[in-house]
């Protein structure tokens, strides 16, 4: 491979930057760390820079929409489409793009968000930049307990209205369980693959969905991962998203539930001592 072609040039760009990029911030709530996007930008950048190589980020088509997690509240999620071009200044590579990005105080916010990740990814792609990639694959530092917050009363889940508070949902998920054991009734192998889905449906378009589940059904449940649940769990959670057709034909969670897989979320990161991120 001739050193002088783009793809030599990308290759030596890979190559510097190979030993200078480390994880520098960290994901408390999902326990990971990660590389920022300003030290992508700024290092990946000056690497494609030194061999004669722009990276050309076009806005070809942007999407937003708006949320109601009620209370007057709201998420804001933006999809922005790239087409990028990667050039030496003789014959340009271009690349159709993805990047999405939410926020939970102004639409602008969302906006940035995704433009900025869609850069930063397609830059880690490039360049073949596999640590602190944020897949949450990598082993964590130990941390300190989470703060826990003062139990609330107990409730009887049947007497409460919906949205039920992530305590009430919890005891209700509790319930379900407890009947679906002395059923003895057992989930589908579709049934139980599609679970997963159903409950990130209600943080989409957020790409951070899967995470964002995992930190759910820990709180309800006190296990991560879908695939650890029990015959019952699996059920007791597809009849608290009691998911339907919409009237656009699609399959979506009960819009209460929707709501209150947002609280659970909510409730979520402050027990983990991040405070209330959505305030």
Known sequence: MSENTMIGKIAKAALEVGGK??????????????????KILSICGQA?????????PAIVKSEQITVDRGNGKYR?????DFQITVTDGTIPIVSEWRGMGSDYTVPDKALYKAITSGHKYFLMKLLCIG???????????PQPAPVK??????????????????????????????????????????????????????FAPNPD???????????LTGKVSTNDFTDAEILAFRKWLNVQKDSGGAWLPDPMAEKEANLVWRAANVEAGQGDLFE
Request: aromatic residues 8%; hydrophobic residues 30%.
């Open 76 to 80: 804001y999620d933006c999809q922005v």
């Open 149 to 202: 917050l003062p139990p609330a009363s107990v409730k009887d889940p049947s007497t409460m209205t919906r949205p039920y508070s992530p305590e009430v949902l919890k005891q209700k998920i509790a319930s379900f369980v407890s009947i679906f054991e002395k059923s003895g009734e057992k989930p589908t192998a579709g049934q139980r693959s599609i679970v997963p889905v159903n409950i990130e449906q209600c």
């Open 48 to 56: 494609l820079f030194t061999q004669g190589i722009v990276v050309i």
């Open 131 to 141: 640590a602190g990639n944020e897949d949450g694959e990598h082993d964590d530092e």
């Open 21 to 38: 990029l480390g994880v520098d911030k960290r994901n408390n709530e999902q326990k990971y760390d990660y590389i920022s996007a300003d």
């Open 209 to 219: 969905a899967e995470n964002i589940r995992h930190s759910v059904t820990k709180y």
